[in-house]
């Protein structure tokens, strides 16, 4: 039988949780989206692209600036392979596609009936790429979104619910297929490493490695089994941060991992590489958090009464962070 652990969403889906699924809403420009939740940051060369709650999509020129959207679930993630292709996905297995650096948007897939958010994406060029998501979702394309097939990882399962699904198969096809589909752990980030390797990430403390672009996964020796939220790769080492936290780090190619102290107890959610020996994360109850190559953490401003989800430095230099209460610039030194 299934399991009872406790199974746990990054923040942004527990907080968003009462925007209605499927419901018709207004997507045109709305004044006060910026100050909503927001969720992620992407950027490459000259874009960058944020997205959040009810769909809002913002582009920045110097300024974030509102774009309509095409869809009122929660967006999740989102991606930028150029300047110019870029993807999102959320609630409901949705995923959207500009091909103008997130000027105008398609819709790509929705689906109200998975009742299941996705959580990233990753394209290795502008055909081939992966979704993941909760409770195992998982979908790949390879023409550049126009279909997507889902895939199911079995090597993923925990041992006890493979044999109890191995024994539910002889007895109950269609029961098995829907327990299946529930008992996988929530895959909530993806990334492809210098090494072409992929490292991905998720709730019971699951890393996993593969080495043929998420066709098979060979899952890690990991020493903390909560939830995991973000990868940062670095030069001097690999980074995984999570529940509570929970940040460690990997000088040997994910081989081993050392938890590294923190000054407060915040989840963290996101992260950004601000040089080859430091790096800056954001998490819950607006930590801010820089640590070095040698392990020591320091905590750079903290904003009561505000979750930080993201973290992104816009292509005239200036760092921006995204949560519950929408954009926030962080002033620098």
């Not at 905590?299 to 230099?317: C, F, H, M, Y």
Request: glycine share 10%; hydrophobic share 40%; charged share 25%.
């Amino acid at each position: 039988m299934w399991s009872g652990m406790l199974r746990l969403l990054p923040l942004a889906f527990c907080v968003a949780s009462f925007v209605a699924s499927g419901q018709e809403q207004d997507n045109s420009i709305q004044p006060l989206a910026a100050k909503s939740l927001l969720v992620d940051i992407a950027t490459r060369g000259d874009s960058a692209i944020a997205v959040g709650e009810r769909g809002h999509l913002f582009v920045y020129h110097q300024a974030w600036q509102q774009r309509p959207s095409i869809t009122n679930s929660l967006l999740t993630k989102v991606t930028l392979f150029d300047n110019k292709l870029a993807w999102a996905v959320g609630h409901d297995a949705t995923i959207i596609h500009s091909d103008d650096g997130g000027e105008t948007w398609q819709l790509q897939m929705r689906s109200a009936e998975i009742e299941k958010p996705l959580m990233d994406m990753l394209f290795f060029d502008n055909k081939n790429g992966i979704a993941i998501g909760a409770y195992g979702l998982f979908y790949r394309t390879a023409d550049g979104g126009q279909t997507w097939n889902e895939e199911f990882h079995g090597e993923l399962l925990f041992d006890e619910d493979i044999a109890y699904l191995e024994e539910l198969k002889a007895e109950d096809e269609a029961l098995y297929l829907s327990e299946r589909s529930t008992l996988l752990p929530h895959f909530n980030r993806v990334v492809q490493l210098d090494d072409k390797r992929l490292l991905m990430v998720g709730e019971l403390g699951l890393a996993a490695i593969s080495k043929d672009l998420g066709q098979h996964w060979q899952q890690l020796d990991f020493p903390y089994d909560g939830s995991l939220f973000n990868i940062l790769e670095t030069k001097q080492g690999l980074y995984v941060m999570g529940l509570r936290g929970h940040l460690f780090k990997s000088e040997d190619d994910a081989a081993s991992w050392q938890e590294i102290a923190l000054p407060v107890d915040s989840t963290l959610n996101g992260g950004l590489v601000l040089s080859d020996t430091k790096v800056r994360l954001v998490g819950n109850a607006g930590a801010v958090i820089d640590v070095d190559s040698e392990g020591k953490a320091e905590l750079i401003t903290r904003r009561q009464g505000e979750n930080l989800v993201s973290i992104a430095k816009t292509p005239d230099g200036k760092q921006w962070m995204v949560g519950t209460k929408g954009f926030v610039q962080l002033k620098q030194e």
